[in-house]
């Protein structure tokens, strides 16, 4: 009788930007609070820089830049929303350095943004990071950060299903 055994996979998410890393259920937007995006931290960000938080491939990257997906390698899909409204900006005050189907590795620069306009125009700055396909998860550990570096810093242990 032979049984077939299936591997559960470890990622590893680094943090995407710097800054004070707070909870998801602090964002003062119920649509990253409530969970309903996916589950994640937040970062109040001390700095205009998003870099690759796995190695994976660009999957998604908003028209107006404020907003990008990534593949991990072993699937998970992490989304990373700068500021809260900031769709509004309409891509003033951020610049993309990478393309959709972009092989990227921990720490490359993704986007860029100019994060005193963000403090003055948009609703807030604080920056959601969420697994939108959160049912591949079969356990996660958020690390106990407080402030985080920007690709140097481990955010989240997951192990897929």
Do not use: C, W
């Amino acid at each position: 009788m032979f049984k077939k055994l299936f591997k559960r996979k470890e990622e590893t998410i680094f943090a995407p930007l710097s800054g004070r890393v707070i909870d998801i259920e602090q964002v003062p937007d119920p649509t990253f609070s409530q969970k309903l995006v996916g589950e994640g931290v937040a970062f109040e960000p001390a700095e205009g820089m998003v870099v690759s938080p796995v190695n994976g491939e660009i999957i998604q990257l908003f028209h107006t830049k404020h907003a990008i997906g990534i593949r991990s390698e072993t699937g998970l899909e992490i989304l990373i929303h700068i500021g809260l409204e900031t769709v509004m900006l309409n891509g003033e005050g951020f610049t993309a350095h990478v393309q959709v189907g972009e092989r990227v590795k921990v720490g490359d620069r993704l986007i860029t943004f100019d994060l005193d306009l963000i403090k003055e125009k948009a609703a807030s700055s604080i920056t959601p990071v969420v697994i939108t396909n959160y049912d591949m998860v079969q356990s996660m550990e958020k690390l106990s950060v407080s402030e985080a570096k920007a690709g140097m810093d481990l955010l989240m242990r997951i192990t897929t299903k």
